[in-house]
């Protein structure tokens, strides 16, 4: 089973609005990713957690909050979330024992709009 | 370093035709390279990967990839294009260990438009 899930594949929130995206692995990967992709674009890596442990965080504003409760899910908490981060929200694992040999399986992605 | 750059942003072909995508790379290592699809409002799916064993790669759907270390290239072929092909393709690079995590490269994308 090669299944990354994500939930859910819509949200439409407004700017003073909290919600949560939810990403699940049961291939026993240890190393897990979130990407932002906006339309046209390749996506572009914003936090990486390897063993639960927050490994990169490229710079993104603290209105996204990563968490990783264990190795099969990886949440990013959304708080007042401008317009411009509207885009589809990758979420991807890998084995994370391989290095950069390793593979990264994608989720189907969730689509934000925020108004 | 790592950088990978895709030469066509959109590439037409008739259906039946063959289908070839360019990418080439830059490391400072021996890379990983892959190439992913994604159809529209879909995540990414591997089609295929080169790890430093065979140079030719054979992938899902038919696609193939040839590593050529010499002229720096990974382009993606496939003797006969089918309608399904029509999507956006990624060529990617990883060439450093981070310990425990990956970090690739992304080329900016070619999109496949088939004709019937």
């Not at chain 2, 030719?56 to 003797?79: D, R």
Request: hydrophobic content about 35%; glycine content about 6%; overall charge positive.
């Amino acid at each position: 089973d090669t299944e990354v899930t994500q939930t859910p594949k819509h949200l439409v929130m407004g700017m003073t609005n909290k919600k949560s995206l939810k990403c699940e692995q049961h291939m026993g990967h240890r190393a897990m990713y979130w990407y932002k992709q906006k339309a046209k674009k390749p996506p572009e890596l914003m936090f990486v957690y390897s063993y639960e442990k927050l490994s990169i965080n490229e710079s993104v504003p603290s209105r996204f909050s990563p968490e990783c409760p264990n190795s099969s899910l990886l949440n990013l908490h959304l708080h007042a979330l401008q317009p411009e981060d509207s885009a589809l929200y990758l979420c991807a694992s890998s084995l994370g024992l391989a290095g950069f040999t390793d593979t990264q399986y994608f989720g189907p992605g969730t689509r934000l709009t925020v108004l | 370093a790592q950088s990978v750059t895709q030469l066509d942003s959109h590439v037409s072909v008739s259906e039946g035709t063959p289908v070839l995508l360019r990418c080439n790379y830059s490391s400072s290592y021996s890379p990983s390279l892959f190439w992913y699809v994604q159809h529209p409002n879909k995540g990414l799916q591997l089609l295929l990967k080169y790890t430093s064993a065979a140079t030719l790669v054979k992938g899902i759907n038919g696609f193939e990839a040839e590593f050529k270390k010499s002229e720096t290239s990974f382009h993606l072929t496939k003797p006969s294009a089918h309608m399904s092909d029509a999507a956006e393709y990624f060529c990617v690079v990883s060439d450093s260990n981070s310990g425990g995590y990956q970090k690739v490269t992304f080329g900016i994308g070619t999109k496949l438009q088939v004709i019937p």
